[in-house]
């Protein structure tokens, strides 16, 4: 089992009150504290905000949404259902969902390129 390296040496750096309260608040925002926040930005390692997580999630989950509402236009199309709107619209709205899913995907792989950079090594903040 590897012997945890103990951090004993403190080191110093003058910063404005605005730039104090700037850390501050980038750190709450990735879930760190400030020691953590500033070692992984100086040594160049990953810093990835919760908003950073929570909007490739909320992508996900919108995507996965736009998928079940096009598999149940699906099997509307395929169903003796009341006619609520006709088959045309409804192959209409089926095709605006594909388009907007393949916007999402786009968007997805987009932002986990970015979130993949950012753990690659590359720290941006």
């Known amino acids: 089992m590897p012997v945890k390296e103990v951090r004993r040496v403190c080191m110093k750096s ?9 850390i501050t608040e980038l750190a709450a ?3 760190l504290s ?21 909007a490739f999630l909320s992508l ?16 509307a199309l395929t169903e003796d259902v009341p006619k609520i709107a006709s088959r045309k619209q409804i192959r209409e709205l089926l095709h ?16 986990e390129k970015a979130v993949l950079n950012r753990s690659s090594g590359k720290a941006a903040l």
């Open 14 to 22: 003058y910063v404005t009150g605005k730039e104090h309260d700037r």
């Open 29 to 31: 925002q990735c879930g």
């Open 34 to 54: 400030v020691s953590e926040l500033v070692r992984r930005v100086v040594l160049g390692q990953e810093v990835n905000t919760k908003v950073d997580k929570e």
């Open 60 to 75: 996900l989950k919108v995507n996965a949404d736009l998928g079940r509402l096009g598999g149940l236009l699906k099997l």
């Open 96 to 111: 605006n969902i594909e388009d907007r899913q393949e916007e999402m995907r786009q968007l997805i792989k987009v932002t």
